[in-house]
C-alpha cells in the first residue's frame, strides 16, 4: 500500500476537485451519481443536502487556486441553484428550510448556513449572510431544552418531528450557529451552540460514532473561546474514532474519509493549543486512513462507494477530496513552521 506524501495528497485532492466540479451541469445541478464503467447507468435520485454540502466543499477546495478550469464558473451555477430551487421559506416565519427526501431536515439548513458564509468570504455579497441568518433561524428554531435539534420534520400545515438517530445533524447545526456567530459578531448564535455543545459534552453525545461534524463545530468554537471542556469532550470524540479499527478497515470509502475529516479537524485544534506531539499523533492515523482511502480512487478523479459498488456520488467526492487537501494542508502548515523555527 503506498505512502500518502504531501505531493500525492495535493494531486489527489486537485483532481477529486475537478471531478467534482465536472459533475456540475449548465443548470446548475449536480450529475448527483453515476456507476464508474457503465455507462448506460441512470439515476433519478436527487439529494438536496448533499447538493448544499458539495458547494460548500468546492468553495474549501477553490482555496488552493488550482489552474482548474470552470471551477470558479461551476461554483457560481451549482450556488445559484440553491436559492432558486433548494430553499424553502418555513411556515409563516423569516426561516429557510431544505426539503430532502420528503423531510425537512435541520440539517439541509445547517449546511446552507456553512455553504452561504463560504460563499460571502468568497465573494463579499452580503446577500449570503443575510441568507445565512434566514437558515440558521430554522436551525435555532429546532433546538430543544437538552440542546440537540429536532433532526427531520414531516412537511405539512404543521410540520411535525419524526425522530431518527441524527449525530450528523447535531454537529452540522451546532456548526452553523458557530458560524453564524464568527460572521455576525452576535452572541444569540454563539449562546445556543455553546449551550448545545456543552450538554453534548456532559453525556457524551456521539462518543463511539462517527461525529465528525461534531468535531468541525469544536473546531470552530475553539476559535471563538478556549474552554478546556471542549478540548477534552474533542479528545474523547477522536479517540473513539481512532479506536475504531471496522470503520478503518471497512469496505466503504465515505466512512472512512469522514473520520479523516474529523481527525483532521481535531489535530488542528490540538496544533493551535501547541500540542504538536498529540497533534502528530492523530495524523498518523490519518495518513493510514489515506492510504486506505487510495483504494476506493480513480484516476479520474472519482471515488468510489465500495469495490463491490463502483458508483460515484457527490458525497462520496467532496468527503475525500476534502480529506487529502486537509492533510496536504497540514503537513504544508508544518513544512513551514519547520522552516520558520530552523
Known amino acids: 500500500m503506498q505512502i500518502?506524501?504531501?505531493?500525492?495528497?495535493?494531486?489527489?485532492a486537485r483532481t477529486g476537485t475537478a471531478r467534482l466540479a465536472a459533475m456540475v451541469e449548465a443548470d446548475g445541478r449536480f450529475l448527483y451519481?453515476?456507476?464508474?464503467?457503465d455507462p448506460t447507468f441512470v439515476?433519478?435520485?436527487?439529494?438536496?443536502?448533499?447538493?448544499i454540502a458539495a458547494v460548500w466543499a468546492l468553495v474549501d477546495l477553490e482555496r488552493e487556486r488550482w489552474p482548474i478550469p470552470g471551477?470558479?464558473?461551476a461554483i457560481d451555477r451549482a450556488a445559484a441553484f440553491m436559492p432558486?430551487?433548494?430553499y424553502r421559506p418555513y411556515g409563516d416565519t423569516e426561516a429557510l428550510c431544505v426539503l430532502d427526501e420528503g423531510f425537512i431536515k435541520v440539517g439541509g439548513s445547517a449546511m446552507g448556513v456553512a455553504a452561504e458564509l463560504a460563499l460571502a468570504a468568497r465573494s463579499s455579497d452580503p446577500t449570503h449572510v443575510q441568507r445565512a441568518a434566514r437558515l440558521g433561524r430554522y436551525v435555532a428554531l429546532q433546538r430543544q431544552s437538552d440542546g440537540d435539534f429536532v433532526h427531520l420534520r414531516v412537511p405539512g400545515p404543521i410540520a411535525r418531528p419524526k425522530p431518527i438517530d441524527g449525530t450528523t445533524f447535531s454537529?452540522?447545526?451546532?456548526?452553523a450557529l458557530v458560524l453564524?456567530?464568527?460572521?455576525?459578531?452576535?452572541?444569540?448564535w454563539l449562546d445556543a451552540a455553546l449551550d448545545s455543545m456543552a450538554k453534548f459534552a456532559e453525556r457524551g453525545h456521539g462518543v463511539g460514532r462517527l461525529a465528525h461534524w461534531s468535531l468541525y463545530a469544536l473546531e470552530a468554537l475553539w476559535r471563538l473561546r478556549q474552554e478546556p471542556w471542549m478540548l477534552a469532550y474533542a479528545g474523547r470524540l477522536a479517540e473513539s474514532m481512532i479506536a475504531d479499527r471496522a470503520v478503518l478497515l471497512g469496505p466503504q470509502s465515505t466512512p472512512l474519509a469522514c473520520q479523516t475529516e474529523g481527525l483532521l479537524a481535531y489535530a488542528r485544534v490540538l496544533r493551535a493549543t501547541g500540542d504538536d506531539g498529540g497533534a502528530a499523533r492523530v495524523l498518523k492515523r490519518v495518513a493510514q486512513n489515506l492510504r486506505r482511502q487510495l483504494r476506493f480512487y480513480d484516476p479520474s478523479g472519482a471515488f468510489v462507494h465500495s469495490h463491490a459498488k463502483p458508483e460515484v456520488r457527490i458525497d462520496y467526492m467532496m468527503h475525500n477530496a476534502i480529506g487529502f487537501l486537509g492533510y496536504a494542508r497540514q503537513m504544508r502548515?508544518?513544512?513551514i513552521g519547520t522552516a520558520g523555527t530552523a
Open 180 to 188: 453564524l456567530a464568527e460572521a455576525t459578531g452576535e452572541s444569540v
Open 171 to 175: 454537529g452540522q447545526a451546532v456548526l
Open 4 to 12: 500518502v506524501t504531501p505531493a500525492k495528497a495535493t494531486a489527489v
Open 84 to 86: 432558486a430551487h433548494l
Open 333 to 335: 502548515d508544518d513544512a
Open 43 to 51: 439515476s433519478t435520485t436527487y439529494s438536496e443536502v448533499r447538493h
Open 33 to 37: 451519481r453515476y456507476a464508474l464503467h
Open 71 to 73: 471551477l470558479p464558473e
